[in-house]
């Protein structure tokens, strides 16, 4: 099982918010990070640090986290959003990094 | 710009070993430390491994200890990731991934590697 724990599948209606949730213990220490991948390539960034997104992604997409808690919230979610959700962050001990199980977003 | 440019696809049988590369293009190569990550076909992201810009120090998960090795050139701003004594479980996109981070409490992977598909067959 994987130290960062989501939930697998959320849908969303075009234009509506949904919240990916990421749980687990390294996030009281370190922040989480959230990469998308849609299927047949790779993964891109989308969120980082508090709340950072790299140019060219849109502002709909937002962090925030609390306690063990890290969530990705996509506010007006698109069909293009439509897309696997990671979230990655260090391990509680040791020099390694751990991915969460990722999420499938499905947009309606 | 920067970016990350991987090896073409591997066939290999049960019990070979694979080395895929990775060259880096547009940053400074010794800046930054270097992950490598695989996913297996409909399956989610697995973290192999770091390694450090000077390639004295690498970290690799578990799982992988004693079969993985992680390793750079700096005159080809290349790194490399051999995996040995391969079994069907292997089979995967394999990428590289840059390391960047806050050097406190946060860090992020940008760019990534376009992905090699490693197939373990008989």
């Known amino acids: 099982s994987s130290e960062l724990t989501q939930d697998p599948a959320v849908s969303v209606a075009l234009g509506q918010t949904v919240r990916i949730t990421c749980q687990g213990d390294c996030l009281r220490s370190y922040s989480a990070t959230w990469f998308q991948q849609k299927p047949g390539q790779a993964p891109i960034l989308v969120l980082y640090g508090e709340n950072n997104r790299p140019s060219g992604i849109p502002d709909r997409f937002s962090a925030s986290s609390s306690g063990n808690t890290a969530s990705l919230t996509i506010t007006g979610a698109q069909a293009e959003d439509e897309a696997d959700y990671y979230c990655y962050s260090r391990g509680s001990s040791g020099n390694r990094w751990v991915f969460g199980g990722g999420t499938k977003v499905t947009v309606l | 710009q920067v970016q990350l440019v991987q090896s073409g696809a591997e066939v290999r049988n049960p019990g070979a070993s694979v080395t895929v590369s990775c060259k880096a293009f547009g940053y400074a190569f010794t800046g930054h430390y270097m992950h490598w990550v695989r996913q297996a076909p409909g399956q989610g992201l697995e973290w192999m491994g770091i390694i450090k810009p000077s390639g004295d120090w690498t970290s690799y998960a578990q799982k992988f200890q004693g079969r993985v090795t992680m390793t750079m050139d700096t005159s080809t701003n290349t790194h490399y990731m051999e995996l040995t004594s391969l079994n069907f479980e292997d089979t995967a996109v394999y990428f590289c991934?840059?390391?960047?981070?806050?050097?406190?409490?946060?860090?992020?992977?940008?760019?990534w590697g376009q992905g090699t598909l490693v197939t373990v067959s008989s």
């Open positions: 991934a840059r390391d960047v981070s806050d050097s406190t409490s946060s860090w992020w992977l940008d760019p």
